[in-house]
Antibody
Framework: EMQLLESGGGLVQPGGSLRLSCAAS????????MSWVRQAPGKGLEWVSG????????YYADSVKGRFTITRDNSKNTLYLQMNSLRAEDTAVYHC??????????????WGQGTMVTVSS | QSVLTQPPSASGTPGQRVTISCSGS????????VNWYQQLPGTAPKLLIY???QRPSGVPDRFSGSKSGTSASLAISGLQSEDEADYYC???????????FGGGTKLTVL
């Protein structure tokens, strides 16, 4: 069964930084687009960022553009999300998701359990 | 405010058929496929319907999807207690160059 395991969440002060990681297993990581989707406490799902299979194309929600950076290391089967200038409204569970094709235009068919990020002083 | 609009809640009794709507625009539902996700309490979301009306293996045929113009619907027939969950629609948005989700619909089985 394909698996995604996120790590790196925690408590950070407003304006601080955090880097999330997502370790993928049991599928050919380098063949698929990946994305981050977050869910604030008691709220709905919000797509944050996506990256193509090679890492050459990246996409961001307006709410995080210029502050977050998505990258991947296909040799390590790992997806990353570097989060800078964090705000209280970034507080959420961050899920790593696998796409079906080379670009993050469509389906998220595998989801990780998520890692909690809390931005508070 | 979500780009895709869903009713915040829906309900039905066991055995009933319920539908959940998802309204968008020409830049998302109108030009791209719609996918639906089910989130059971305390768990990660799970893909339920893709490309508008296709079910991944393991999803019962009680679940079906449809699309017309800039709107989509999820139908659940033969409602069961284990269907009680939050349901989200999603699609790529060509104008925003990103994925957009509906606000989610909480389904209660009475």
């Amino acid at each position: 069964e394909m698996q995604l395991l996120e790590s790196g969440g925690g408590l950070v002060q407003p304006g601080g930084s955090l880097r999330l990681s997502c370790a993928a297993s049991r599928f050919t990581f380098s063949s698929y687009a990946m994305s981050w989707v977050r869910q604030a406490p008691g709220k709905g799902l919000e797509w944050v960022s996506g990256i193509s299979d090679s890492g050459g194309n990246t996409y961001y929600a307006d709410s995080v553009k210029g502050r977050f950076t998505i990258t991947r290391d296909n040799s390590k089967n790992t997806l990353y999300l570097q989060m800078n200038s964090l705000r209280a409204e970034d507080t959420a569970v961050y899920h790593c998701t696998k796409g079906w094709g080379r670009y993050p235009y469509g389906v998220f068919d595998v989801w990780g359990q998520g890692t909690m990020v809390t931005v508070s002083s | 405010q979500s780009v895709l609009t869903q009713p915040p809640s829906a309900s039905g009794t066991p055995g009933q058929r319920v539908t959940i709507s998802c309204s968008g625009s020409s830049s998302n539902i109108g030009s791209n496929t719609v996918n639906w996700y089910q989130q059971l309490p305390g768990t990660a979301p799970k893909l339920l319907i893709y490309s508008g009306n296709q079910r991944p293996s393991g999803v019962p045929d009680r679940f079906s999807g449809s699309k017309s113009g800039t709107s989509a619907s999820l139908a659940i027939s033969g409602l069961q207690s284990e269907d009680e969950a939050d349901y989200y629609c999603a699609a790529w948005d060509d104008s925003l160059n990103g994925q957009v989700f509906g606000g989610g619909t909480k389904l209660t089985v009475l």
